[in-house]
């Protein structure tokens, strides 16, 4: 089986694929930023209940029924635009995932609801009853997020694919990739760290001090500890891409060096407001410093798609809807790079040869000719401005008669 084959002929975009991935990166900011606060403050709340303390659970359930809402609403940009440059590869994953996949839309459902009978019925039921509640919502939460791994790692391994023709059709789950569990930790001590930062808002806020260092106190350690869950996760990365964040790669670089510094400059804010004992500048400062060091996170999904495991030419290069030019023997030919630029090597490129001779534009012609209408311009009114798409995959140049 070649997992070549299963990658669908991609699309023309009418903008340069840069404009998606920049979109992609500041909504997934924002996505990210909720859902930190979302997960991270469930988990501390629950930690805190079980050592007997149940005030904070009690009070950051009363901001999980939003926080969720909007972690979901922040999701759907992101989702959009990934699936514009790279929605070939990650709706073939998710077809893979099967039944998996299809969990997240109940998990998420059930968590959903579930946070909103705490919330609002929180009193009608028995202590047993919500933390019960509560801590099968919070697992729903985390399902979802091991699910997100999953197919973002699956996305990225075309030549994992044939695991599922190895198990007769059954779903599967990508355990093999090395760098699954730490890119999972990386993303979950992450929300533990802003979910600190978060309660300590919540304390300023409410004027509880306990709340304030308890909250600087997740931020601190669970940094900490991701600095090294990161350097476990750097490591797993394929030798090529890996190297390109220790030198090779000059934005890669200065990415991961900002990060380590801005992480630096965080744990250093934080150490000094504590001493300072100033709750309310402390907060503010810490969120200043917090946005630098989200490239950690950012970069690599932005970084890895383009690259190949075996090296650094890229798998495939989006490129917009091809330019058209007019020409006085009314023979309009289109100008553009093929959409899956692939060199000659091992691996996943023994397959791409095959899908090379499938023109990627196809779709786009024939949907054209068959409503030459919708276009607008020099060429409304003509009959079949484009070359249309032979059946072997080429293009006819041959000169269309006049209108």
Known sequence: ?????????AEPIPVPWAWFDVLLILTFTAHILFMNALLGSAAIGLVRAVRGNNGLMHDVGQKLPPLLALTIN??????LFLQVNYGHFDYVSSVLMGGWWLGVIAALLFSYYGFYAYKFKYDAMSPGKRNTLFVLSLAGLLYVGFMLTNNTTLMLLPEAWTQYFDDHGAAFL???DPTIFPRFLHFMLGALAIGGLFVALLGQWRNVDEYVNS????????????????MWFLIALPRDIMLGFMGGNLPATMTLVTSLLASAMLLAAVSEATEARRNMGCAH???????????????????VPHRRHSGHTPVFVPVPVPRLSRSRTRTDRLHAQTLLQVPSGEGLAHGIPHLATHDPRRRFLDRTDRNSSCLRGPFRGRRRPFPRADRAGGVSHQQHPPA
């Open 215 to 230: 909250g600087m106190a997740w931020l601190t350690r669970a940094t900490l500890v991701n600095l090294a869950v990161g």
């Open 74 to 79: 922040m999701g759907v940009a992101p989702l």
């Open 174 to 176: 990508n355990w093999s």
């Open 285 to 303: 400062g810490i969120l200043h410093e917090l946005h630098p060091a989200l490239g950690t996170h950012l970069f690599p999904r932005s970084v």
């Open 1 to 9: 089986m070649i997992p070549a084959s299963l990658i669908p002929m």
